[in-house]
């Protein structure tokens, strides 16, 4: 997309925002909503069963209060006065309101303003330029009302908590708490949705009761999920059952509890969380999705079986975006493309869809920001223009049909066009806000624990409020990496392909519009349910359990028993991390599907939990079958893989672990094999420093800028970063040999060189000098060579983008106590289901055991 017509819809945007923005303020204010039909202020409803409207009006000018957080990046101007009507406002009202929605739009508004402006400079001047308005503005000063007002709010919702469960009612009355014959009923989102803004309120207050409250009613309906690992949506706060109609899903009700799982993960480096969302994910894949992977339909907690007329909702659209930072981008993009043909069909997306029956249900859209935060979070990962092309139709289609002369109405009917007088403050602090983002191509900005709420509020929590995990935890979790794979777009004849290129797009339109010329192009393929010739997709089964057996087993002879814990001289965890099974009988192995598209993982050893990074080594004589055969003669360090642990310069976070395989030539990577000839090995004169290094010493991770692939002479001033002391250089494969880019890595004076594979079909090759010159080997005799595969150099290449990075050599396979490997011939048999592997297991032979 052309730099000026994305800003010119970024500045669209920005006019459509000013349009509601101060039409709420000039004939709404200070009520918590705007008419905008008829340009007045929507009150409170007198009827108390009118909780569409009531659950969210607090008298405290409520869209005002929830636009707090858009108004600096999309109207800086507005932002000082805006913070000072807002510091005026009181929670000391009568009123009787839903602890979700005031958790979400009040108090996360709060939290973010508060920290927004405790970041701003002291002086006024440098407070204005940083905010980006003209002139002086002191409007830092507000920074502890902001505080005092979120704790205030916090403090009237607690007695919501007094239940004999841990959950909260879903309802409170600000001055006088829980009133009589309060329905004991709640959502599984409006209770589980409240760990981020819980949890920053206590840790920048010290009061602790907002922490362990919302943590105790997350865990709570954790601890009651079914033995499938599903939630329902209804649950009593009195006794703890869930309640009818028992569905499960992604859809309204549910929906924010799987979100808050994962940035609870992300802002709160708290493993707990992240273990949840796993769990839930892998049911959500497993029960919920379709077969095709598209459709996302709500399911029977206790039969697992889709309800009569299965639907989708508009809320459910935010699930692609938390796909995206799970890291499940294909999953992702077939999960958008069925919200995007909703909308290209309706022209918005009705808050009810039948998706079997491809017909609307509840037909009205208020304006929701999902599937435009989705749209948003696709495009940062993909950065393919066809996520600004949909941003594009869904911003006209909210100005043509729903623009009034003094805001944005809420659309009553997607399919008559039919309108209703009601603006929800969600279209200023998400909707907009999320178009904006999308077109506003921001400098990206360097991983952190920075969040956006649930209702688009931005939070993240101080480093120096963080909390270390427990010894447990941290022992649990050695060597867990967590990472999301960077995005490796579909391709045609080896050339990659857009969105709207890839195989599955039509068929997504298809499950919307059905057959016939809007919907369907035909395709060659075979027929699926009338739908025509559309290719039907095959998405791998996401989890499931299997029973190792040794290769030459009788496949008609009954397993084994269970053996459902097994002792730790079968199953043990070495002290880096890794696992270690010394024998087979009984175990049962839990998979799941890698997000990188790599095959399976192994989750679990019976009762042993296996997390992200950490590999299982089988050391069964029984699976002796599945290893490869030991050629008659190998060199002395063939099959060698070692491990270089990565982390970001001087930092202890976004710590991962490659395996790389070694070259046959250069320095060698084993410490027993160090001799005096290597460590005196001559450099050559250009060398900045000494390539000789100790094994275990971070060295500066650095790419030349005029050489990717190291095939030129590597000049020292154009490395990036400019290294000061050792360091490890990072090219691509291809344009000249091994040896040429060890020579040129060995001049800039690089004590190791790391190849990055950039075929995504390549196979894990070992770099060689065969035939090469004497004099070319002894210059680059003190360079340690390895080779990183695709996906491992997609790694290192995105998180190098991101910022410095040190690379350390870990070493080759460990001992269970922890002295190295003394056999260097290791071989390494890979498990496979079907056409896919087990990546994080091999079946080892010549490894000494404990």
């Given at each position: ?16 925002f ?6 709420y303020m ?27 409207v ?24 507005e932002?000082?006065?805006?913070v ?68 205030d ?19 409170v009355?600000l ?32 009061d ?25 949506n209804?649950?009593?706060?009195n ?7 028992g569905m ?61 007329t ?8 935010f ?7 799970a ?40 304006g929701r920001?999902?599937?435009?935060e ?26 043509r ?5 003094c ?27 999320y ?15 920075t ?36 995005y490796?777009?579909?391709?045609l ?106 095959g ?22 029984k699976m ?13 360090e ?13 930092k ?32 050559s ?11 275990d ?31 490890a ?27 990055g ?16 010159a ?33 690379v ?6 460990a ?10 011939h290791r ?18 032979a010549?490894?000494?055991?404990a």
């Amino acid at each position: 997309m052309d730099a000026s017509w994305r800003a010119a819809l970024r500045d669209e945007v920005r006019d459509m925002f000013h349009h509601a923005f101060t039409g709420y303020m000039s004939f709404a204010y200070p009520a918590d909503e705007l008419r905008p039909i008829t340009c007045a202020p929507l009150h409170r409803d007198p009827d108390p069963a009118n909780i569409g409207v009531n659950d969210i009006h607090a008298n405290i000018s409520m869209t005002l209060v929830d636009s707090l957080s858009a108004l600096p990046l999309i109207l800086p101007e507005e932002y000082p006065a805006a913070v000072e009507r807002v510091s005026r406002i009181s929670f000391d009202q009568n009123v009787k309101v839903q602890v979700f929605e005031m958790t979400i739009r009040a108090l996360g508004a709060l939290l973010s303003t508060y920290q927004k402006l405790d970041a701003l400079p002291d002086h006024p001047k440098a407070q204005a330029a940083a905010l980006g308005i003209e002139g002086t503005t002191d409007v830092k000063k507000y920074a502890p009302r902001m505080l005092e007002l979120a704790l205030d709010l916090g403090t009237r919702l607690l007695p919501a908590f007094d239940t004999p469960t841990g959950l909260p009612y879903a309802r409170v009355n600000l001055r006088h708490g829980i009133e009589s014959r309060e329905s004991s009923e709640t959502c599984t989102a409006g209770a589980g949705s409240l760990v981020l803004e819980f949890t920053l309120l206590s840790r920048l207050t010290g009061d602790e009761r907002f922490e362990e409250l919302a943590h105790k009613a997350f865990m709570s309906l954790w601890n009651r999920r079914t033995a499938e690992d599903l939630v329902g949506n209804a649950i009593s706060v009195n006794h703890g059952q869930w309640l009818q109609p028992g569905m499960s899903g992604t859809n309204a009700g549910i929906d924010s509890f799987f979100e808050y799982a994962l940035k609870g993960a992300i802002m709160l480096d708290d493993t707990t969380y992240m273990d949840v969302f796993h769990d839930a994910y892998a049911a959500i894949q497993t029960h919920v999705r379709t077969k095709d992977g598209f459709i996302y339909r709500p399911v029977q907690i206790r039969s697992l079986r889709p309800a009569s007329t299965s639907v989708i909702d508009s809320l459910s659209a935010f699930f692609p975006g938390v796909q995206v930072l799970a890291g499940d981008i294909e999953s992702a993009i077939r999960n958008h493309l069925v919200f995007w043909n909703i909308w290209r069909r309706y022209s918005g997306i009705p808050e009810s869809w039948a998706h079997d029956e491809r017909t609307v249900g509840w037909a009205g859209w208020p304006g929701r920001p999902e599937f435009i935060e989705s749209t948003y979070y696709l495009y940062t990962v993909t950065r393919d223009d066809f996520y600004l092309r949909v941003g594009e139709r869904v911003l006209h289609d909210i100005r043509r049909r729903t623009i009034t002369p003094c805001g944005f109405a809420t659309l009553a009917n997607v399919e008559t066009g039919e309108t209703e007088d009601r603006m929800e403050s969600f279209l200023l602090s998400e909707t907009l806000k999320y178009l904006y983002l999308l077109f506003a191509d921001l400098p990206s900005e360097p991983p952190t624990n920075t969040v956006f709420t649930t209702e688009g509020h931005q939070l993240h929590l101080p480093f120096n409020l963080t909390r270390p995990p427990t010894a447990v935890r941290r022992a649990l979790h050695k060597r867990e990496d967590l990472y999301c794979p960077a995005y490796v777009p579909q391709t045609l004849g080896g050339l990659p392909v857009g969105i709207e290129g890839r195989d599955d797009y039509e068929y997504a339109r298809a499950l919307v519009y059905g057959p016939g010329e809007e919907g369907l192009h035909v395709n060659e393929g075979r027929s699926y349910d009338g739908l025509g010739t559309c290719a039907v997709p095959e998405v791998p089964r996401f989890a499931f359990e299997l029973v190792l057996t040794p290769s030459n087993a009788d496949p008609d002879a009954p397993l084994p028993a269970h053996d459902a814990s097994p002792s730790a001289t079968k199953v043990w965890q070495r002290d880096d991390g890794d696992w270690v099974i010394t024998d087979i009988e009984g175990l049962r192995l839990g998979c799941r599907w890698r997000f990188d598209g790599g095959g399976y993982d192994i989750t679990n050893i019976g009762p042993h939990r296996v997390r992200h990074g950490q590999h299982v080594f089988i050391t069964d004589p029984k699976m002796e079958g599945y290893l490869p055969s030991l050629p008659p003669e190998r060199p002395k360090e063939d099959a060698l893989d070692v491990v270089l642990q990565v982390q970001h310069a001087g930092k202890d976070d976004t710590v991962i672990r490659l395996q790389t395989s070694t070259a046959d030539f250069g320095r060698s990577f084993l410490a027993s094999r160090e001799s005096q000839e290597d460590s005196e090995s001559e450099r050559s004169e250009q060398a900045p420093f000494s390539t000789d290094v100790p094994l275990d010493a971070p060295l500066l991770l650095v790419v030349p800028k005029n050489t990717l692939n190291g095939c030129a002479a590597i000049l020292a001033k154009k490395l990036d970063p400019k290294p000061k002391g050792p360091f490890a250089l990072f090219v691509a494969r291809g344009g000249c040999s091994f040896a040429e880019k060890a020579l040129n890595a060995a001049q800039a004076g690089a004590s190791m060189l790391l190849v990055g594979d950039n075929l995504s079909s390549g196979a894990h090759v070992r770099p060689t000098a065969s035939g090469e010159a004497e004099s070319v080997l002894a210059e680059v005799r003190g360079v340690r060579i390895g080779f990183l595969g695709h996906d491992e150099a997609m790694v290192l290449a995105t998180l190098h983008n991101a910022g410095p990075l040190e690379v350390v050599l870990e070493g080759p396979l460990a001992q269970r106590d922890g002295s190295a490997v003394p056999n260097p011939h290791r071989r390494e048999g890979r498990l496979v289901v079907g056409e896919h592997d087990l990546a994080n297991i091999r079946v080892v032979a010549g490894v000494v055991e404990a």
